[in-house]
């Protein structure tokens, strides 16, 4: 609760733009509410402002008139045409022509990505009624990845109770929402993204596990390669960086096991950042220790775009939404 209630009161200072395509949603149109009201971000609306009008008064919600509200079947002139102009240019050799584009941006979510692209709003958050995959793909079609970075993920900030583990019970896990097979260059990034990610939300001092199910050489087959192949990209990536791999789970967050396993290891038992080897080891990870450590988890936090897009679950509450777009306006770097 901490962390959050740091990262919502971290963003109201900010002022940052953020466009929610799921305009008139009711989650989402209380939630806009909320963070107009608490000064967490500028809020831009999409949907219909009859409908979106028509939500507010039945939810009694004032602050809403200080949204801006942008209907995707009519999109200002002049923005309509800037918005063609940047999508023909970014993607005419994929065969968006102007008419194709046109047509996109009636999609709100396309019409979302386009406006963080443009540079009118600092980042995105949908997926109250949309699935992750729906939310994904004009951005990364549209806004596509930081400098540098080949590859989006998700991460999640696991509170444990348990506060031996981690920064006093703080770890990032990733990717848990986003690559199902990275690559071993893939998998460095991620580990780049994900220490950057523990510096600009959470202040956490990054301790990088690079996870395999053996330890500096204990076993041999091509998944262990790939992982120690990742630590040595991720290594020349970001020389300062405290990372270790390839090392196992319980070598990497036990001081004991590391002691006796890893007596080299620069992570001494402490790691704060897992990096896991596939999408289904790290989204089931995060699953397992979140319902069976009963920890906190905070979440996926997209990292690796050019500009924040976050990506919420369908079971969302008005108060996740509040905290995502804080987290994304945090992330903002503009
Ligand atoms: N990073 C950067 N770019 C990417 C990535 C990525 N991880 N994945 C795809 N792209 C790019 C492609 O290169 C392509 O670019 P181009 O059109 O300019 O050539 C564009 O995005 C579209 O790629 P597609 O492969 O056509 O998109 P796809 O339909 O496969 O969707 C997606 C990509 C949505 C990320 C898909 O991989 C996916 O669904 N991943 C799993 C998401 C998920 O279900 N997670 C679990 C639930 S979340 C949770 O439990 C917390």
Redesign the pocket.
């Known amino acids: 609760m901490e962390i959050i209630y740091n990262i919502r009161k971290k963003a109201a200072g900010l002022g940052r733009r953020i466009v929610l395509p799921e305009g008139a949603e009711e989650r989402t149109i209380q939630a806009a509410d909320i963070i107009i009201g608490e000064g967490i971000a500028e809020v831009i609306l999409l949907g219909s402002p009859d409908r979106i009008k028509a939500e507010a008064a039945r939810f009694g919600l004032k602050n809403i008139e200080r949204a801006t509200i942008i209907d995707p079947y009519n999109i200002p002139e002049e923005a309509e045409k800037r918005y063609v102009e940047l999508m023909v240019k970014l993607?005419g050799d994929?065969g968006v022509t102007p008419e194709v584009a046109a047509k996109q941006l009636q999609d709100a979510l396309y019409l979302a990505a386009v406006m963080v692209k443009a540079g009118d709003a600092d980042g995105e958050v949908a997926g109250a009624i949309n699935?992750?995959?729906?939310v994904?793909?004009p951005a990364?079609?549209y806004v596509?990845?930081a400098p540098g970075i080949?590859?989006?993920?998700?991460a999640?900030i696991m509170r444990i109770p348990d506060k031996s583990f981690g920064d006093e019970g703080t770890m990032l896990f990733a990717d848990?929402?986003?690559?199902?097979d990275?690559t071993a260059q893939?998998l460095a990034e991620i580990a780049v993204s994900t220490a950057r990610t523990a510096r600009s939300l959470v202040d956490l001092e990054p301790r990088v596990a690079m996870l395999s199910f053996s330890t500096h050489g204990s076993a041999k087959h091509p998944m262990v390669d790939k992982v120690v192949e990742a630590t040595r990209i991720a290594r020349e990536m970001n020389p300062e960086l405290i990372i270790d791999g390839e090392i196992q789970a319980d070598t990497a967050i036990v001081l004991k096991v590391a002691e006796l396993k890893a007596p080299t290891s620069p992570l001494k038992g402490r790691a704060n950042i897992m990096v896991f080897p596939s999408?289904e080891v790290g989204?089931i990870a995060?699953?397992l220790v979140q319902r069976m450590a009963h920890a906190e988890a905070i979440?996926?936090v997209l990292q690796?775009?050019a500009a924040p897009i976050n990506?919420l679950?369908r079971g969302c509450s008005v108060d996740d939404i509040v905290n995502v777009v804080a987290i994304t306006a945090c992330q903002s770097k503009s």
């Open positions: 993607r994929k699935y992750t995959g729906d994904l793909r990364l079609q596509k990845t080949s590859v989006v993920s998700g999640f848990c929402a986003v690559s199902p990275p893939q999408l989204n995060y699953k979440g996926p690796g775009m990506d679950s």
